[in-house]
């Protein structure tokens, strides 16, 4: 079946814009994590669903970063006011969750560049 | 808090030879501890991974190993090969929650 995806792969924006950027995991896995890459470094985590709910948002960096799961499958990612701090690839993975073994499998994740 | 430490930071070896790359991690209630393999430009992905009750594990050329105790776990690559270059990237987590990343290996083969 189709992997993880998301849209767009990437955003341009101005500092002090609204952006959403969406995740669809792969079918049947009922946990979500967002992560945030900067280049040269690893993946920093986010948040994290399970369902519908977030079971782990301690990752988001500040109230401006907010994310919704509302039917338990697609996700969106909202960041308020961006500042130029916010630009860096955003991956969306997902995993068979508490039924699963643990392997994630990751999108091709979303450019965001905050000028 | 959680955290993964990683060496090198990058590490270049002759084509044909053996790289390893360490890692250790804080958290004792970790049980799962992935590596990933991330090309330019392109998402992380599962290379290995080892769960926190086996010592060792191998798949052709990439073993991993474990040592629970000392809280150290090892990407073992032999043989290595031009495709073999990339950044890896070590990480620990229990089961379905976050993954706690390392910084990453940036592994260059020299022909």
């Known amino acids: 079946g189709a992997g993880v995806s998301q849209t767009p792969s990437n955003k341009v924006t101005e500092k002090g814009k609204y952006v959403e950027l969406r995740c669809d995991p792969i079918s049947g896995h009922t946990a979500l994590y967002w992560y945030r890459q900067s280049l040269g470094q690893g993946p920093e985590f986010l948040i994290y669903?399970?369902?519908?709910?977030?079971?782990?948002d301690s990752g988001l960096p500040n109230d401006r970063f907010f994310a919704v799961r509302p039917e338990g499958s697609v996700s969106t990612l909202k960041i308020q006011r961006t500042e130029r701090g916010d630009s860096a690839v955003y991956l969306c993975a997902s995993s068979l969750g508490l039924a699963g073994r643990g392997e994630q499998f990751f999108g091709p994740g979303t450019r965001l560049t905050v000028l | 808090g959680e955290n993964v430490e990683q060496h090198p930071s990058t590490l270049s070896v002759q084509e044909g030879d053996s790289a390893v790359i360490k890692c250790t991690y804080s958290?004792?209630?970790?049980?799962?501890f992935p590596w990933y393999k991330q090309e330019l430009g392109k998402r992380p992905q599962l290379i290995i991974d080892?769960?926190?009750?086996?010592g060792e594990k191998k798949d052709q050329r990439i073993a991993v190993t474990l040592n629970k105790t000392a809280k150290h776990f090892s990407l073992h690559i032999t043989e290595t090969q031009p495709e073999d270059s990339a950044v890896y990237f070590c990480a620990a987590t229990r089961g379905a929650s976050k993954i706690i990343f390392g910084s990453g290996t940036r592994l260059s083969i020299r022909p």
């Open positions: 958290d004792s209630a970790s049980n799962y």
């Open positions: 669903f399970q369902g519908t709910g977030a079971a782990d």
């Open positions: 080892i769960r926190s009750n086996v």
